[in-house]
């Protein structure tokens, strides 16, 4: 609360100057969005956005991926964020995330956060040789072949799921005509083992 006041003479000439962007309202101490984005992370073959429950956010990111230096962006609730009582600042700030982070937001109240980076196997072996996706580049439609049996999922940058097939045929056409120019990552499934195969649709 600012209070003012003229105390002598009876011209109201009292005033109160105030510097553009000097006021801050914190809002509630809530990360609603966290990324490691490959812009800012060349390590990472892809995007990897995390997922939010409760007060924790939890990355999968690959295992061969260095995760002591990453730079994560991240949009909170109007709250002022640090780490071990260092300010950070969205897709500037790096951290090892070799184990948990804890994030303390400061808000209309304080938070602690945990950040986890899961590295999972898997993400980048090659176990499904067989399968062919083509043509790559694509167009309007590419296939999927030798996939019978399988589970797959077409994915955006970002890891937003735009599709899934469950059990494809043998041979399957996937039609692409309402997809945006730019890169698009397809997950294969079967009996526990994963691939991620990339595609630039044209």
Sequence with gaps: ?????????????????????????PGPAEFTSYSFLT????????????????????????????VSNLIATYT????????????????VTANDFTDTVVYQ????????????????TG?????????????NP???TFEIRNAEGFNARLADVRGVEIMRLLNPQ?????????????IYFIELEKNGLREIRKIMVN
Excluded: C
């Design 170 to 182: 043998n041979r399957s056409i996937i039609r692409i005509g309402n997809l945006a120019p730019g």
């Design 1 to 25: 609360m600012i209070g003012l006041a003229d105390v002598g003479g009876y011209n109201k000439d009292s005033g109160l100057f105030l510097k553009d962007h000097s006021l801050f309202s």
């Design 39 to 66: 812009e800012l992370n060349p390590g990472l073959p892809w995007d990897v956005a995390g997922t939010i429950s409760g007060q924790s956010v939890t990355l999968e990111v690959p295992a061969n991926v260095d």
């Design 105 to 120: 937001l400061e808000g209309h109240d304080l938070k602690e956060w945990l950040i986890i980076a899961e590295l999972v």
């Design 76 to 91: 909170e609730s109007g709250a002022y964020v640090s780490v071990n009582g260092i300010m950070q600042t969205s897709g």
């Design 123 to 135: 993400w980048n072996d090659v176990n499904f040789e067989k399968v062919v996706i083509a043509p």
């Design 138 to 140: 694509a167009g309007g």
